[in-house]
């Protein structure tokens, strides 16, 4: 996923011996939602402060109503379940946050979503659907109600992530099938399970003399934008965009990286990848130990 208006990610340090927290401790026991593990967790990481380097545009909000499409259908093959896409795009649009979500041709008008976002203190400025062949993707503007600027916080953009994730379970339960949430909070948990030294892939090149891309691939799960972003940051590298996608099981992510106001070195690249390697294929990892 990509940006446009740079944001900034300064360096911020960890507690020594803090532990990252998963879905299979106990303490944070019973959770019933994506969301409900992603608060949990999100008191027993350092919080993330950060401000855009770029003048960011307000955006005017007309609420529920901006929503321009019709109801989609709901009729489907219950023997072929769609894959559930889910994408927070933060370079397209300079005065918003878009969110771009699909799961064939399932999805309604989706105003249950709309109400849980604005619970999040987010304003829907307006909405849209597009039909790609079998596949209706559906795309909210979102800014925050306080300021009308668009989502700069990862804890904040990965609760968005996480209040459409928990409706897809909610609202559409055959979903469970394909999410990796499914398992903890869905009806049926995914038969096939992911390896995650198997699946997570780190990548960075050149993107410019200024700054490099990061592209991370590995198995989704509750809080993992802000741990990612937490990892960068112990690393001193700055983050100035990013692209979430989660496309099922697996959460793909870009971001824009720089260190002092340049791209990454081979030497230092190499640090950032290994780091990440590291905790993202051993999710318990003391964060003092990479």
Known sequence: MALSNSIFFP?????????????TDRSFAPLTT????????????????????????????????????????TGHDDGNIPMPIVLIDQDSDSESTIVQLSFGDR???????????????????????????????????????????KVEDPVMLEGI?????????????????????????????PE????????????????????????????????????????????NIDVESAEIDTEGLVAKDKFHVSYRGAALNSSLSQVLVNCLRYYLRRPETDVDSY
């Open 192 to 235: 096939k399970k992911l390896d995650v030294d198997i699946a997570t892939r780190v990548c960075i090149k050149e993107d410019g003399p200024k700054r490099s891309l990061l592209s991370i691939e590995t198995a989704d799960r509750p809080g993992l934008l802000v741990e990612i972003i937490k990892i960068i940051a112990d690393v």
């Open 107 to 149: 999805l309604g008008a989706l105003i249950d979503t709309m109400r849980a976002l604005k619970d999040l203190g987010l304003d829907v400025s307006k909405g849209t659907v597009v039909t790609e062949g079998p596949v209706k993707q559906t795309k909210f503007f979102i800014t925050r109600s306080d300021n009308g600027r």
């Open 34 to 73: 994506p969301l409900d593990s992603f608060l949990c967790m999100s008191e027993c990481v350092t919080k993330v402060n950060f401000s855009a380097r770029k003048h960011i545009v307000y955006a005017a909000n007309s609420g529920f109503d901006a929503f321009n499409s019709i109801s989609l259908e």
């Open 161 to 189: 992530r996480l209040t459409i994730i928990n409706n897809l379970l909610k609202y559409h339960p055959e979903s469970s099938e394909r999410l990796a949430m499914g398992e903890a909070f869905g009806v049926k948990a």
């Open 11 to 23: 360096f911020f340090s960890s507690p020594v011996g803090h532990r990252r927290p998963s879905l």
